[in-house]
């Protein structure tokens, strides 16, 4: 038997060697039945000898026995079970996480396809162009990046013009457009003037507004011809009405001059 009280079994243990000392027989000595003992038996011994571990008491404790599965992964099977519940949450929590993503992306795509759709069917002209700086840090030329359908039809294809500079399709334009594309790019604001391309022989209002990319700027060509000549036969006639006007006035002034003199 395996004793679970060690204080206890001390003090006996000395009691019994004490009267030994004294002169008593150790035979006559009682023997010592412990009441809260454990059993402690070998399992392989037992084993060997044909008995069965279930005849014995509940609160036998056996040496060697061996360790059953759960014993032997008490530790290890909570953990992996732990570790795969971590898993499936990363790896649903990355996939819901691209799929938003991906969402996100769909809807710049189809934003960009709006815009891209709303640049090529616009009924005016649209170029985006890039400022060049020379070594000096001074700006000096403009290089196209993109183009719209409608400055293909009155200018050059869009294979012909993106990535050229300026200054070899435009040359006569590029000291006005440089002056007023670096103010908006200094200044973060769209700015606006009238330009005349003699070449197609068309008037424009030029809208100028810095892109997102740093020193592209995106041009927008109204055309203001129609209006613009409307404006000078307006002009036109003004004048002659006021022509007219004086002629007038001028035929009064001598006519009343004549009676004053008669």
Not at 29 to 35: C, E, G, I, K, S
Not at 238 to 258: A, D, F, I, V, Y
Request: net charge positive.
């Amino acid at each position: 038997y395996h004793h679970a009280m060690f204080p206890y079994c001390i003090r006996t243990m000395s009691n019994m060697f004490s009267e030994i000392l004294s002169g008593k027989s150790p035979r006559d000595l009682p023997h010592y039945l412990p009441t809260d003992g454990t059993p402690l038996i070998n399992y392989q011994v037992l084993i060997r000898k044909g008995l069965s571990p279930d005849e014995w008491p509940a609160h036998t404790r056996f040496l060697n026995k061996p360790i059953t599965f759960w014993d032997k992964y008490k530790y290890f099977l909570p953990g992996t079970a732990v570790c795969i519940a971590l898993l499936v949450w990363f790896f649903l929590y990355r996939i819901r996480t691209l799929t938003h993503l991906r969402q996100i992306q769909l809807k710049e795509i189809e934003a960009m396809d709006n815009y891209k759709n709303l640049i090529d069917n616009m009924p005016l002209l649209y170029m985006q162009e890039k400022l060049i700086v020379n070594e000096q840090g001074v700006a000096d030329d403009l290089i196209y990046l993109n183009v719209n359908p409608h400055f293909e039809k009155h200018f050059f294809r869009r294979e012909d013009v993106v990535g050229k500079r300026a200054s070899e399709l435009f040359p006569e334009s590029l000291p006005e457009f440089l002056h007023f594309i670096q103010i908006s790019l200094k200044e973060n604001r769209a700015i606006t003037f009238p330009y005349y391309f003699k070449k197609i022989d068309r008037f424009y209002d030029i809208v100028l507004k810095g892109a997102h990319q740093e020193n592209v700027i995106d041009i927008f060509c109204v055309d203001s011809t129609e209006l613009h000549r409307a404006q000078q036969k307006l002009n036109a006639t003004n004048h002659k009405l006021s022509s007219r006007h004086h002629s007038l006035e001028m035929g009064l002034t001598q006519q009343n001059h004549s009676l004053r003199h008669q």
